[in-house]
């Protein structure tokens, strides 16, 4: 079964950055199922080829059902370009919860920002897996009782062992958790979808294979370079980034998905998470933004907050550490409340994923603590 181990080939020294996928290893033809593996359940889906498109395709459904609703919705301050932008290009006014320092945020908290702007459309989403929405299940009561839509974004728990909430929609993007070259997914609570696309995208997929046997043989070979695989991605990268219809997830990610060991995957991003936590709880240098990782919980990353960003993260560059920035605020994003500020200039990210063990997560756990420059 895949699970992109890597502790049989221990010649591996770079932390982080995009997936690889193993030229060598033999998948087996395995149905792709449904998103339900996620926990999310529905009278409908459909499988896509990016997060995004699935934004775009719920709220199409949306407004398929409802022509004259108000183009107005309600999103969380702090998240993804790729959240906003659906509804920027759908032509909607886009309006913001309150969220506060923890990332936390409550029912009334939304439902009063849906009252203040009037809003018809509700997406809202957790961070790395934790549960940061409070009563989540009465808001999208409420907002149906309403005539109002929810739309929960799954792509940061999606294998988190709680339930999802009762959204009227449920969307993720499954490429943040493997390296499949594409693939989302929309699921809606009643009704059915109608057009779903039957074509993939093949340049898009072809591409991100390039890319991703490239970067193995680099890190397990000693073939190629660096820039070369780098560019490749990036190449990838802007066919996806062009797409502009809807397509159906590739096959080789559909094979992928059908075969990823998910119980592997949950159990070494949970102790990788508890490795840096127990490592980091005292740390100088950062604050894990998480000091408790809940039974059910399978995190996405390790996110903490650090002082000086830019500096702590070209100190783990030089040590092969590659610690994203989990969100760069978007440009298409507005004016955000301080706290909100505060963490799109100071929250930092360790990836702990299954590809990573508890030698890896101890170097990160030693390289920050040993900076002396914060
Ligand atoms: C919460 C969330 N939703 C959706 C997306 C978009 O996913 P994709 O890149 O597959 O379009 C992202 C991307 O980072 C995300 O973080």
Not at 69 to 96: D, M, Q, R, W
Not at 113 to 122: F, G, H, L, R, T
Not at 151 to 170: F, M, N, P, V
């Amino acid at each position: 079964m895949q699970n992109n181990d890597n502790s049989n080939n221990k010649m591996l020294s770079e932390i982080g950055s995009n997936f690889w996928i193993n030229p060598n290893e033999e998948l087996k033809d395995l149905p792709l199922g449904t998103p339900e593996q996620f926990g999310c359940k529905g009278n409908d889906y459909v499988w896509l080829s990016t997060g995004r498109s699935a934004i775009s395709f719920a709220i199409k459904a949306i407004e398929e059902r409802n022509p004259q609703l108000k183009k107005s919705a309600i999103l969380p301050p702090f998240t993804c370009h790729t959240v906003i932008e659906p509804f920027l290009n759908a032509g909607y006014e886009v309006h913001h919860y309150l969220i506060n320092e923890k990332l936390e945020t409550s029912a009334d908290l939304i439902l009063q920002c849906v009252k203040d702007n009037d809003a018809s459309i509700v997406l809202f989403h957790r961070y790395f897996s934790f549960n940061t929405v409070k009563d989540s299940d009465l808001l999208c009561q409420e907002l149906r009782r309403q005539n109002k839509y929810t739309i929960e974004d799954c792509t940061q728990c999606l294998y988190d062992g709680a339930s999802k909430s009762e959204a009227d929609y449920h969307v993720g993007s499954i490429r943040k958790w493997q390296g499949t070259p594409d693939g989302g997914f929309a699921v809606c609570r009643d009704g059915v979808f109608h057009n779903k696309p039957e074509q993939t995208d093949v340049p898009l997929e072809q591409a991100k294979i390039k890319a991703s046997f490239a970067k193995y043989k680099f890190l397990f070979d000693h073939e190629g370079d660096k820039p070369t695989f780098l560019q490749l991605y990036r190449e990838a990268e802007d066919i996806l980034i062009a797409q502009e219809d809807f397509r159906a997830i590739s096959a080789t990610s559909q094979k992928m998905q059908s075969n990823l060991d998910v119980s592997f995957l949950r159990n070494r991003r949970r102790k990788n998470f508890q490795t840096l936590l127990s490592g980091l709880a005292n740390s100088k240098n950062v604050s894990p933004m998480f000091d408790h990782l809940g039974v059910a919980i399978v995190p996405l990353y390790f996110p903490m907050l650090t002082k000086d960003r830019a500096s702590l993260q070209a100190h783990l560059r030089q040590y092969d550490i590659y610690a994203p920035v989990v969100w760069p605020k978007a440009d298409c994003l507005g004016e955000v409340c301080e706290e909100v500020e505060y963490l799109y200039q100071h929250l930092l990210c360790i990836p702990i994923d299954q590809r990573y063990d508890a030698d890896d997560m101890n170097r990160v756990v030693e390289t920050i603590n040993n900076y002396n420059k914060i």
